[in-house]
């Protein structure tokens, strides 16, 4: 009976102590504080949409009024991540489901800027108020980070694109992985990031590049892969590509060349 009862305890304690992933579903972001108070510290602030992982949730409980609403739960403490520290939050604004979702593939999905930092960019510029980057997201469906992506022109921010290429004949590869940030003033900007991901789900990173569209066909950069038009077999190509006229046809210039050996990627 004893072995039982300490079965049972040790079990309480994996539940209140362990980890779990929940996403911030407060608009205006939530504050992280250093204690579980409303009076201690802040510390850091989470933005909507944002994954956080859970180390425990305090027995201090924590009633606000939101839009005449009132809403009800505890103080929760949670790991550090690589843009918030180690702290309090208020789980009344934590979410099990995933939000804030953009960009959608078969087995990605990209997030969004929250709304809010748009709408409130040119107050705070107005105002003298620093205005903190976006952090978008690239998680598989398991709602796992993969990688992300930086996003502070709010001015000429337009939308994000992700797609998904497959394997284009490279080794040890499950998917590449594409995703395209626009921006849009005079010209049209297009900034790229080619993610390879492996067949033990290692993420490689390709070096970024950005494509400036204004009028007409312009010169464009690429990637090439081998089962490309013009690829060869274990070799990733960084290239200038001038597209095709009526009188001239189309001209590619290999600028850099990658070997890739199923397991990393080495510029020759």
């Not at 606000?64 to 208020?90: C, H, L, M, Q, R």
């Not at 809010?116 to 998680?139: D, F, G, T």
């Not at 990031?193 to 950005?210: A, G």
């Amino acid at each position: 009976m004893k072995k039982l009862a300490l079965v049972f305890i040790l079990v309480s304690i994996v539940s209140t102590y362990g980890q779990n992933i929940q996403f911030v579903n407060a608009p205006n972001g939530l504050i992280i504080r250093k204690e579980p108070n409303k009076t201690s510290e802040r510390i850091g602030k989470l933005q909507y949409g944002e994954r956080v992982e859970i180390i425990k949730q305090t027995e201090f409980p924590l009633s606000i009024i939101d839009e005449g609403a009132e809403i009800n739960g505890f103080w929760t403490e949670i790991k550090e991540t690589n843009y918030s520290p180690k702290g309090f939050v208020f789980n009344g604004f934590l979410s099990a489901k995933a939000i804030n979702k953009g960009n959608e593939t078969e087995n990605f999905y990209l997030t969004k800027v929250p709304p809010l930092m748009i709408k409130n960019y040119w107050n705070y510029i107005m105002n003298s108020i620093e205005v903190k980057p976006a952090i978008l997201y690239l998680r598989n469906k398991q709602d796992e980070n993969l990688s992300e992506f930086s996003v502070s022109e709010f001015e000429s921010f337009d939308n994000t694109s992700l797609y998904e290429l497959g394997n284009k004949g490279l080794q040890n590869v499950k998917n590449i992985i594409v995703v395209k940030i626009n921006y849009s003033s005079c010209c049209s900007n297009h900034y790229y990031t080619h993610l390879i991901q492996t067949n033990d789900d290692k993420i490689l990173e390709l070096p970024d590049f950005d494509y400036m569209h204004c009028d007409g066909p312009e010169p464009y950069k690429n990637y090439l892969f081998p089962n490309d038009t013009y690829g060869i077999k274990d070799k990733i190509l960084f290239v200038n590509v001038q597209p095709a006229t009526d009188s001239i046809p189309e001209n590619i210039e290999v600028l850099k060349t990658f070997s890739f050996n199923g397991k990393s990627i080495t510029e020759e």
